[in-house]
């Protein structure tokens, strides 16, 4: 019986007193509540102190506003802080000179939080104002494929515009960028665009924007680049235009590099507002020539002279310089070359190609610009730009045919 009675005391050990156990409940909640009343303490005083900065609140005002945050629940009372943060970060921003900061002595835009300039290490700071009198050296980048045509420095932006199915966003993937902000694709298909041109060996972070507001939010988030945005004209007029500003303020602000992607209205030309092209750098054009091969157009640039090239898709996907066979003569202007193979009508400066046919002259891959003209010494009259032609049609493989080249028959002069 003793025993009987000694197992059952043991027992009643393990059990806890009920009123033992809502003591300590009790205690847990006492403590909680006062860890809270010091944080919502906390958030008053802070709130208070904001309130004087930024509305100049006397005193008998902040005992007023005291009173009412001390009737706030605890998640109320937060949500006043946060807004009153906002608002502290607003005034003193206003206080600071919002011109943009540049290196004095090289120009290039400067890194926020660096004591001295990231692209020549000078300690000159100018607030909207330089003095570029030091070279940096290894500033542009070329990136490849048709990309380097255009040597792209720091801080520089890039619109790119071409109709569907042009390649837009295959030659903007060809940067590497680190960020991809897309309105017009999920980012399944953006991994698999990468996956064709990189392989498994590259993928940037992919964000789905509606509005210039998420443009906003995600160039906030990220310090380096490139960045593209595809495309400015999905997000309609007003967001569109919003967008490229807040793209070109990042990368003037950042010193990295921006690329926003345009599409084209029905006459060709960059849609949208015409102001999204003035606002960025360099402009490029990637819609077919005439004969509908691709090419890449430098239409503007702060950087370099204009210029064009060709370029294709290889039976994989990846990009490639395509393939020319036959003869042509170089048509178009600076930035808007085109080989016009030969003896295709249409062409203007084809006179010499023609020449030579009628001679058996003419060989296959080759180019000319070039037209008839008896009162010239050589029998030719050639544009102004012909030098310029010339390279354009050595950098596809041609050989270039001057008038000398051409062997008239027995009595033409």
Known sequence: MTDQIDGAEEENEDIEDPEEGSEDEEDLHAEAKAVLDE????????????????HRSDGKALKALQ???????????ESVLLDYRSKMEKAQNKDEDPRPKYCYSCGSAWAPGYISCVACGSIDQGSGEARPTVVVKNDAKQYMGPWKLLPWPRSGSVGVYGGPGSGKSSL???IRPLVWITKEQVPKPVGEMFRRLWGDG??????TVNNAEDVEEVLEMHYRGPIVL?????????????ASQLMVQWAQKRND????????????????YMEIPH???AVVNISPDPWGVRAFRITKSRWSPLGDTYWSFGEKGQVEVPDFPASYSVEGKPGGYWLHPFPIKGAKW???????????QLQPRCASAAVRAPYMPNGFVEPMDVWERKRFAEAHGLRWVHPSDYQPPSGEK
């Open 39 to 54: 944080l919502r303490e906390e958030f008053i005083q802070e709130i208070l102190v904001a309130s004087a900065t930024v």
């Open 257 to 272: 590099r921006a690329l926003v992607i345009i599409q084209v209205n029905k006459g060709g030309e960059s849609a949208g």
């Open 172 to 174: 903007a993937a060809m």
């Open 279 to 281: 606002l960025v750098d």
């Open 202 to 207: 590259y993928m940037p972070q992919v964000h």
């Open 350 to 360: 084809d006179g010499l190609l023609a020449a030579m046919a009628g001679q058996e």
């Open 230 to 242: 595809d495309s400015a004209t999905a997000l309609k007029l007003k967001d569109g235009l919003r």
């Open 67 to 77: 009173d009412k945050l001390r009737r706030l629940t605890y998640e109320n009372l």
